[in-house]
């Protein structure tokens, strides 16, 4: 989960990030891109950041190691 951004937290903004992960063949991600928005801009550099230290199931393809894209909705919210 990311860390919320404390600018976001001051002015008590929520929202959300959809981003797209390009995961390699050990599980981790190897890009992400932002897909969409919603709230403080903050939230798309948090959200990047934590993407990077994600781990995904391996991805395979008839029985092989492959890379693949996963889309991940990530929500910030102030009570959680």
Known sequence: KPKYPSIARKANIEGWVMVKVLVNAK?????????????????????IDVA???????PTRRGKR???????????RLRD
């Open 66 to 76: 492959v890379r693949t894209w996963y889309k991940k909705k990530v929500s910030f």
């Open 27 to 47: 599980g981790k991600a190897e890009k992400v891109k932002v897909l969409d928005y919603q709230g403080h801009p903050a939230f798309k550099k948090a959200t």
């Open 52 to 58: 990077y230290l994600w781990r995904f199931p391996i």
